[in-house]
């Protein structure tokens, strides 16, 4: 059986690397096979996106949308992972639960501008949650467990959403 230190290519599967600005015997010496000057010949070059003059693709394409500047981020949470953290102990089904309480029970990573519940999974336990904002979904079964749903949403802005 062979050993672990005996362990070799097979015979002509590699090359040695090819040393280059080395000398003219070594048929890669002077400019290296680099051609002569130019752009291309100096280090450090890379021309990504250019070609030749031609427009470059990126901006060929058509520019669409915007970044809104005033864009909340939303830490979403679903139903199940709630009571997930329920089922493990991470949280108190009795205790009222925020973003704080998801925060130190590892259900989100951050609060970022706020949470909003979506509905995917079963609600077994009574909850009395607090979020930003919540889908309908969720909303009817947090209700339907018989648990309260309070958001923080602006009216002005909930009403907004209700409307589009």
Known sequence: MTKLNELAPREG???????????????KGKTAG????????????SIAGFEGGQMPLHM????????????????????????QAIAAGKLDAKAAIDAEALLKAGVIRRAKDGVKLLGKGELKSKLNLTVYSA???A??????????????????????????
């Open 13 to 27: 599967s590699t090359k040695n690397r090819m040393r280059v600005g080395r000398g003219p015997g070594s048929g």
């Open 139 to 164: 909303r009817a079964a947090v209700e339907k467990a018989g648990g309260k749903l309070t958001t923080t949403k602006p009216e002005a802005a909930q009403d907004a959403s209700a409307e589009a």
């Open 60 to 83: 060929r394409m058509p520019k669409r949308g915007f970044n809104s500047r005033n864009r909340k981020d939303f830490a979403e949470v679903n139903l199940w992972r709630i009571e």
């Open 34 to 45: 680099r051609g002569v000057k130019g752009q291309k010949a100096r280090t450090g070059v």
């Open 135 to 137: 889908t309908a979904s």
